[in-house]
């Protein structure tokens, strides 16, 4: 090796593998890697795909300080941009039960488009969703809000209790008491 050789190896910054073999090099720890955090193969592999393109289009010639940690990088927030999409997916979806009003007058029952669904059907649906809203309307205040918190917003009761002030037996009492009064209603 000659001085020139060893000045030009120092200043080289490593690089991804070429096109034609950066599939090769990567594909099986992304795999194993959003395997691990999705637990779902098929997604998996599309995420993996997905990174594998952003990795070839962003970092096609250049040098890259370490292309391990750029490829995760790119893995890492795929899996960022997969979870804030399910979050908005997920607001788009929640309907309150609770529709406000002007402030002068009272709001409207919930009103839930159902234009996919059969008229007798969505009929039904309506007048069950009216005869819980009803029965829950029966409930003591505190006991309705715990219900809802528990069976609606998916809140463990610990996290109810200490939200309220509460201890954790009076949530699970207004939990009891909720599910009786509506099974009665049900009956």
Do not use: C, W
Not at 42 to 67: F, K, M, S, V
Not at 119 to 133: F, P
């Amino acid at each position: 090796m000659t001085l020139k050789d060893d000045a030009h190896r120092a200043n080289a910054r490593p690089r991804l593998p070429p096109p034609e073999q950066i599939s090769h090099a990567y594909r099986r720890p992304l795999m194993t890697y959003f395997l691990r955090h999705t637990g779902d193969y098929a997604e998996a592999e599309d995420l993996t795909q997905e990174a594998l393109l952003r990795a070839l289009r962003a970092g096609a010639g250049e040098a890259i300080e370490t292309p391990d940690g750029f490829v995760f990088t790119i893995a890492s927030n795929l899996l960022r941009d997969r979870a804030r999409k399910r979050i908005t997916r997920q607001a788009n979806r929640h309907i309150s039960l609770y529709p406000q009003g002007d402030g002068e007058t009272a709001a409207e029952p919930l009103q839930l488009a159902a234009e996919d669904l059969p008229a007798d059907r969505v009929l039904m649906g309506k007048e069950k969703l009216r005869r819980t809203l009803d029965a829950l309307a029966e409930l003591p205040d505190r006991t309705r809000e715990i219900f809802i918190l528990f069976r609606v917003e998916r809140l463990r009761q610990t996290e109810i209790a200490a939200r309220l002030g509460v201890s954790v037996s009076a949530v699970e009492k207004h939990v009891v008491r909720a599910v009786a009064h509506l099974a009665r209603r049900f009956r």
